[in-house]
């Protein structure tokens, strides 16, 4: 989009060609382009006053809410960088990130200030209180008492300041970090993804014409803010010039409701969603006409799910695989490739091909050499979207970006015909008697069986074969025993991949992005080892 160059400008160059545009909704609120452009101004002036310039981080901890985006681009007007936290986490967790970032700033949800008094803060001086409901309906007093200290709150604080351009803005560039996203920590200590201005121009340029979207678009945004699939997909519609409808949490029933009250035309859902949307009942009468296109990614899908989703919405669907530090999708499975009935039924498996400038490697990583087609390897990726690197961490950095350039994902997969498919994290993968074997596979097969709804497979201790595969499953109903699912897996599965044990549980933890945690499932089995791995 021609005059959108840096984050600063996803509001302005909007309000300038359609000022009067309706381009954000919650609940019973709603702001046109000229309203968020000068609410982003008075973030501005309020941010500067209290001592925020250029490259000084401000957090954000709180549910979906609208005032997200003034934030965020009254920031950016001043070359800073925001940090949305993880409103999920426990307070010593939050702490670490705010910390670690060393936000001077920090607005924060009403609901979450219990959690403000169970963290020191050493960076943050300034401490704004959200908390106006999606309705709109907030108390009438000026600040919050937390702890013997008073901080304002938000709609006061920022209503005292001008909504005019500031008088000596700073000068922002392409390679200026704007936007710093926390790794979801699986592994160890989150760590803080920089993204530059370029990396999120890069990539909407390429995104909105992938996605289909449009200045006609209503776009739902569902994921969390704090994951780039919430943030990163808000901004694309915002980018496109189209309508923003935001849903304050992922609920699937909201979801469904909202599509059909906003006549939501495109929605970023991630797998975990769309199955648990098949699941509610008011989905199956639902009217989903308005529908356009449905862009889902994050974490595996199993054919299933994809299969009746395509089924309940009839739209066009768009597979995008990325991850936070490449901002976003960069290979993409095109509606066309959505073919389960014809001949292209075998790509509903693969993640896409590469867009854009995206260059893919598949490397095998103890030699760091290329595998030949069909075979596995870690998947590099090489971009212009790939993040400058990890916040104060050089050694991470050095770890996950070459030095020409390579950013090693840390997935599992191989290409076939010029299409990335994923086997699985390269750190999930089980050894098992020498043979290498990939979770999301099994998976795949198990997810196919009528009485399974979810299912993890992980690698446990084994004396005999080093590692062995183990099936941790949630039942979709009925009588389904270890030995069926034993029967069913050796009919599926090569011998060596089926699982040796089950364990049945009631829901499988995942993070915000729907993704399943393995390392805590492991965890229980591995206690008192030397590696969690063999």
């Known amino acids: 989009m021609e005059g959108i160059n840096v984050l600063a400008d996803f509001a302005s160059h909007w309000a300038g060609k359609t000022p009067d545009k309706v381009a954000m909704i919650a609940g019973d609120r709603q702001w046109t382009f000229s309203e968020i452009e000068g609410e982003s101004m008075q973030v501005a002036h309020g941010l500067r006053a209290a001592g925020i310039g250029p490259g000084d981080r401000v957090a954000f901890l709180d549910r979906n809410v609208p005032e997200y985006f003034p934030l965020l681009f009254g920031g950016a007007k001043l070359n800073a960088v925001s940090v949305a936290v993880n409103w999920r986490l426990a307070p010593p967790e939050m702490e670490f990130i705010i910390n670690n970032s060393e936000a001077k700033a920090l607005f924060v949800g009403a609901e979450f200030l219990s959690h403000l008094t169970k963290m020191n803060l050493t960076t943050t001086k300034l401490v704004v209180v959200i908390d106006e409901h999606v309705q709109g309906e907030a108390t009438d007093e000026t600040t919050t008492e937390t702890s013997g200290a008073e ?111 906003h006549s939501i035309t495109h929605a970023l859902l991630v797998p975990a969603v769309l ?99 069909g075979e596995v390897g870690e998947v590099w990726v090489r971009s212009a979207q790939v993040m400058k690197g990890y916040w104060k961490n050089p050694e991470a950095t050095a770890a996950a970006i070459s030095e020409d350039g390579w950013f090693r994902t840390g997935d599992a997969g191989y ?15 089980i050894i098992s008697g020498g043979e290498n074997i990939y979770p999301a596979e099994i998976e795949n097969a198990l997810m196919k069986h009528p009485a399974i709804a979810d299912v993890a497979v992980i690698g446990v201790p084994d004396e005999k074969w080093g590692e062995s595969v183990k099936a941790i499953i949630v039942k979709a109903g009925g009588d389904l025993t270890e030995a069926d699912l034993h029967s069913y897996a050796r009919e599926n599965l090569a011998s060596y991949k089926c699982p040796k044990s089950v364990d049945w549980v009631d829901a499988l933890p995942r993070n915000p992005s729907g993704k399943i945690l393995k390392t805590e499932l492991r965890a229980p089995y591995w206690e008192g080892k030397e590696r969690s791995v063999n």
Request: aromatic share 8%; glycine share 10%.
């Open 151 to 261: 901080h304002p709150k938000y709609a006061q604080w920022v209503a005292q300041n001008p909504a005019e351009p500031l008088a000596d803005p700073p000068e922002i560039g392409p390679e200026d970090t704007c936007y710093q996203l926390y790794t979801s920590g699986t592994t160890g200590l989150p760590k803080g993804v920089e993204i530059t201005n370029r990396n999120f121009t890069w990539t909407m340029r390429i995104g909105v014409e992938g996605w289909q979207l449009h200045q006609n678009a209503v776009n739902l945004v569902a994921m969390p803010l704090f994951h780039i699939a919430g943030s990163g997909w808000g901004l694309a519609g915002m980018f496109s010039g189209a309508q923003t409808v935001i849903a304050r949490e992922v609920d699937p029933a909201e979801i469904v409701e909202l599509i059909q009250k």
């Open 275 to 373: 199955q648990f949307i098949l699941a509610v009942p008011a989905a199956a009468e639902a009217d989903f006409s308005s529908m356009e296109a449905v862009v889902y990614g994050a974490s595996p899908i199993t054919e299933q799910v994809l299969v009746g989703s395509m089924e309940m919405f009839k739209c066009d669907f768009v597979q995008a695989y990325g991850l936070t530090e490449t901002t976003g999708g960069v290979a993409q499975l095109d509606p066309i490739d959505h073919d389960p009935a014809g001949g292209k039924a075998h790509l509903l498996r693969a993640a896409g091909k590469p867009w854009g400038d995206v260059e893919l490697r598949i490397v095998d990583t103890a030699s760091l050499k290329d595998v030949a087609e």
């Open 415 to 429: 290409m076939n015909d010029g299409y990335l498919f994923i086997h699985d994290r390269v750190k999930d993968m």
